[in-house]
């Protein structure tokens, strides 16, 4: 053969070899979808923008995010991911009460501290979160695979209020777990719970007469025009959930299960560094959007009168979720107490 046609067969053996890599690589390439509960620049979407970046920039996936509203409601992303249609959810442990009563634990009210950095190492390092959630919501067919803390929860309201008797016949929307509602009667409102969709008009038309949620969020969803009264009860963190289809995940080859752990750390990482500041940042936006916006810090003897009111809620809680929950929420403490003896 000379030498022109070996490099012929040559370039004709490469070129097959490439087309069969292409195909090969068009077959392993997946997108993966993944929903979540907020609007563009969120926190919630930061996270699910930095686990598909970090998703695409290691391997030939890709990652189509869907923001709230493109799919439904909490409710309904969940329920799309459980039947596979979906592969990633971020579903926040305020609509998880029903599928996994355990995960109201977020809802007693006084049981994480305000200071940011000890949350983070509670979320770092705690037990309960890193290997006693996972085992709960695998119990679902769910992969979870990061809680994370979005914000201090602030409560926004129609009037200033510093106590219990202040939210006396104030109805006041919560998320949809029956333990969040506990804590609101226990604080002396009448709980209202609705879908986030609702929260804008209700507060809107009166409805309702106040809401809780962080202040990124009261900022971000414009929450503060029809609702102005802004009162730190230092009450909560709005804690938040991601996971995968647990099929789906199981399905997946070593190096992409690595990859998508990978991915989730990266973004957690990410996420933290993301909500330091935030709320401060969000208030300031708050307060030059509007002259009505009032700010009340609670002060130490007006937390306390909330305080008194918070083992009610946990005996409720271990009401709703019997010895697993009563394990869990020892567990919960114990975790805390190590990361605040540091
Ligand atoms: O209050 C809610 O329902 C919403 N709050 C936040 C911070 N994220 C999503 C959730 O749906």
Do not use: C
């Amino acid at each position: 053969m000379n030498s022109l046609s070996k490099f012929r067969k040559l370039a004709g053996i490469s070129a097959m070899a490439f087309a069969a890599m292409t195909a090969a690589n068009s077959i392993s390439a997946a997108e993966w979808r993944y929903a979540h509960e907020e609007y563009e620049g969120d926190v919630q979407d930061v996270f699910a923008y930095k686990f598909k970046e970090y998703v695409e920039e290691n391997s030939e996936h890709s990652v189509k995010v869907y923001r709230f509203g493109e799919l439904g409601e909490s409710d309904d992303i969940m329920e799309q991911t459980q039947a596979g249609i979906l592969n990633f959810v971020n579903q926040s442990p305020g609509f998880t009460g029903s599928l996994i009563p355990e995960a109201q634990i977020f809802f007693i009210p006084y049981l994480l501290p305000t200071d940011m950095d000890t949350v983070v190492k509670f979320f770092n390092q705690s037990k309960a979160i890193n290997e006693d959630f996972p085992e709960l919501y695998s119990e679902n067919g769910l992969e979870l695979l990061k809680m994370y803390p979005e914000g201090e929860m602030v409560v926004t309201l129609d009037e200033k209020a510093t106590s219990p008797e202040d939210f006396n016949n104030k109805k006041i929307r919560v998320m949809t777990n029956p333990l969040l509602s506990e804590t609101y009667d226990a604080f002396g409102a009448t709980p209202t719970p609705l879908p986030w969709g609702e929260v804008y008009g209700a507060l809107q038309t009166n409805m309702i007469q106040g809401q809780e949620n962080p202040i990124f969020w009261i900022e971000s969803g414009g929450l503060y025009e029809v609702s102005p009264n802004l009162i730190f009860t230092g009450h909560g963190w709005f804690t938040t959930a991601m996971m995968a289809n647990q099929d789906f995940y199981n399905g997946l080859s070593d190096d992409d299960k690595q990859l998508v752990r990978d991915a989730s750390d990266h973004a957690y990482e990410e996420i933290l560094e993301h909500i330091d500041g935030l709320a401060d940042e969000a208030l300031a936006k708050i307060q030059e959007g509007s002259d009505e916006v009032t700010v009340t810090r609670l002060n130490e003897e007006q937390i306390e009168t909330f305080r008194q009111r918070a083992p009610q809620v946990e005996a409720k809680f271990i009401e709703m979720t019997g010895d697993r929950g009563k394990e869990l929420l020892e567990q919960f403490k114990a975790d805390l107490e190590a990361v605040q003896g540091e």
